[in-house]
């Protein structure tokens, strides 16, 4: 299971739904406190994983097999092959660059949810 909204709450509910034994990958950057996240049932007591996600990091054992290079590759590869499912299922927002500082703006003021953006530019 994926969790990626950055909130100890939504890591909690993630816990909760998870199946025993299943792992949790968190994608999200955490920059608040943990309050609403108890490891307790759901956690401990389900033999639950906690993986974090890092950009651009592998795990150790893997590192010299998946250098950037690789992963760059892989990542082009993926995006040709599957890029419109990954822009129909992942992207709620695709957003014209001359756009993106109302984009930027309108997520500050908290006028507008966004759970990924991506900004388009025009062909060459």
Known sequence: MFQCRGQAAALATALRCARPQAS???LAFHTGGSADLALGEEFHHDGLSLRCAQIG????GLAH???????SRE???????SGDLVRAHLLTDVVDFDEAPGLFADLSERRRHV?????AFPAA
Do not use: M
């Open 75 to 81: 990542t082009l590869q993926l995006l040709a092959g």
């Open 24 to 26: 949790v990958v968190d």
């Open 65 to 71: 097999v998946w250098d950037r290079a690789r992963l």
């Open 57 to 60: 990091r592998v795990p150790r």
């Open 115 to 119: 759970l990924s953006a991506a900004l």
